[in-house]
């Protein structure tokens, strides 16, 4: 079965700096690979996802990540946050031929004015 | 609208008092999938479904049974509900190589 780890369970950050959340995950066979949102007292959002083709995939509210097969890794990037990004944020890694898609700890970014 | 669609959104009961959450998707998808959040630990997989008829345990399926009688419904039944299931709940749903489509969530407190 995959696993994801996320390296970071906290991250402070003032507004207009950039961020990066770590992501890497662990499989045997080809994954799917998926970031999710979750502001206080809501669900989940998915924010982008990763399926084949160009490694660097493009979300909503203007985040990105990258895919690195070698480091087996999909770092979170925004070049500037703002307040409206404090929030907690999940890795997720699915198989391709399965149902079993396995979340992360999750990281709680916090933004600060 | 498309929705996956959890009932009850909030419950307080007992221990052993038998419970179920529903879960509904109206989007025809194959797969369907329950987790529990619980803090510093992120969502974890109670259990999946990749069709009518076909369950598979996840990562922590004890003290839980699902069933999938209909593609649409995906309920969660605990037999004997004790404290440390008390938990936030989601249901979800996708297609095959498709992102979760998640309910709305379900908080159950166990005393």
């Known amino acids: 079965a995959q696993s994801v780890t996320q390296l970071d369970s906290q991250v402070p950050v003032f507004e207009e700096a950039p961020v990066e959340l770590r992501c890497n995950y662990s499989?045997?066979?080809?994954?799917?690979l998926f970031w999710y949102v979750q502001y206080p007292n809501q669900g989940l959002q998915l924010l982008l996802k990763?399926?084949?083709?160009?490694?660097l995939v493009k979300g909503i509210n203007g985040f990105e990540a990258e895919f690195n097969k070698s480091q087996t890794s999909f770092h979170l990037r925004k070049p500037s946050v703002h307040i409206s990004d404090t929030a907690e944020y999940f890795c997720?890694?699915?198989?391709?031929?399965?149902?079993?898609?396995?979340f992360g700890a999750g990281t709680r970014l916090t933004v600060k004015p | 609208e498309a929705q996956v669609t959890q009932n009850p959104r909030y419950l307080i009961t007992v221990t052993g008092k038998k419970l179920t959450v529903t879960c509904s998707q109206n989007?025809?998808?194959?797969?369907m999938s329950w987790y529990r959040q619980d803090p510093g630990l992120g969502l974890r997989q109670i259990y999946y479904?990749?069709?009518?008829?076909?369950?598979d345990k996840g990562d922590v399926p004890e003290g839980y049974k699902v069933s999938r009688k209909e593609k649409r419904n995906f309920p969660l039944i605990l037999e004997s509900p004790s404290p440390n299931q008390t938990s936030l709940y989601f249901c979800?749903?996708?297609?095959?190589?498709?992102?979760?489509?998640f309910g709305d969530g379900t908080r159950l407190s166990i005393l």
């Open positions: 479904s990749m069709n009518v008829e076909v369950t």
């Open positions: 990763y399926l084949s083709g160009s490694t």
């Open positions: 979800a749903s996708r297609r095959p190589g498709q992102p979760q489509h």
């Open positions: 989007m025809n998808h194959e797969y």
């Open positions: 997720a890694v699915s198989a391709l031929d399965n149902n079993d898609m396995r």
């Open positions: 499989s045997s066979v080809s994954v799917y």
